[in-house]
């Protein structure tokens, strides 16, 4: 279970990194990247 828990951490972690890199290169998707980072941080 502990594996399993870390690996979705690992992949929240990323998915919020790109995140911010797609915000970086593209402002308009602003509103969809905030929906994943909010789902990541609850």
Same mark, same amino acid.
């Given at each position: 279970?502990?594996?399993?828990? @870390?690996?979705?951490?690992?992949? @929240?972690?990323v998915?919020?990194?790109?995140?911010?890199?797609? /915000?970086?290169?593209?402002?308009?998707? /602003?509103?969809?990247?905030?929906?994943?980072?909010?789902?990541?941080?609850?």
């Amino acid at each position: 279970m502990k594996k399993t828990l @870390a690996g979705i951490l690992a992949v @929240a972690v990323v998915l919020t990194i790109v995140g911010g890199v797609q /915000y970086t290169s593209k402002p308009d998707t /602003y509103g969809l990247d905030s929906g994943v980072s909010q789902t990541v941080n609850v």
